[in-house]
């Protein structure tokens, strides 16, 4: 692993656990077993640091979205849809990636907030492709019966909804409240 990819690494840690405000370059740079000025030959400040790892949070999440996708192409419109959603959810709900999205998404940086609403915008964007890609081949096969901003919200609101109690349940507890949630996501979309 170069020292780029530890410092990475140690400041997905140190952000997911601390947050920007908690985190210093000090604690990154300690972990890595670099000295403090020794970041600045791979990022400009912790500013660039942090926009980096929330960029690359938020791509990670489009890519397993992609590779979900992908996998379950061939199979029903219901079971592709329930696939994209676990997928998603563990992505979101693993300790660091997780602690870090949730972070960025829910609790910017103050002054970093209208960089940290570009990454969100834009990876929103492609998450919007992928999902009304996945609304087409369901209306086309004659399941999904709402209207394509319904069913954006709806499964946006359900997954935050995951999302946040991914943190709060035990694994099992989490599952079974998936399973009743995506039961009526379902029912709602298809009927």
């Known amino acids: 692993m170069t020292t ?3 410092i990475i690494q140690a400041a997905l840690t140190h952000f997911a656990e601390h947050g920007y405000e908690g985190t210093t370059l000090a604690m990154i740079a300690s972990d890595v077993g670099i000295q403090k000025p020794s970041l600045y030959n791979h990022f400009k400040n912790k500013e660039e ?3 980096y790892i929330a960029d690359k949070v938020m791509s990670e ?34 300790k660091q ?9 829910i609790f910017p940086p103050a002054p970093l907030k209208e960089s940290v609403r570009n990454i969100a ?14 609304y087409e081949q369901g209306v086309d096969e004659g399941f999904v019966k709402i209207s394509q ?14 999302f946040t109690e991914g943190f709060i349940y035990e694994e099992e507890d989490f599952r079974n409240r ?10 709602g979309i298809s009927s």
């Open 97 to 105: 990636k997780g602690m870090m999205y949730k972070r960025f998404m």
């Open 121 to 134: 915008v834009a990876g929103d964007g492609e998450i919007n492709a992928l999902l009304e890609q996945l």
């Open 61 to 94: 999440l489009i890519e397993n979205m992609k590779s979900c996708i992908k996998k379950f192409e061939n199979r029903p419109i219901d079971e592709r849809l329930k696939q994209l959603l676990i997928s998603s959810s563990d992505f979101i709900i693993r």
């Open 49 to 51: 640091l942090y926009l």
């Open 178 to 187: 998936f399973e009743d949630a995506w039961h009526v996501f379902w029912k």
């Open 149 to 162: 901003s319904t069913f954006l919200s709806s499964y946006y609101v359900l997954l935050d909804g995951l």
């Open 4 to 6: 780029k990819e530890r």
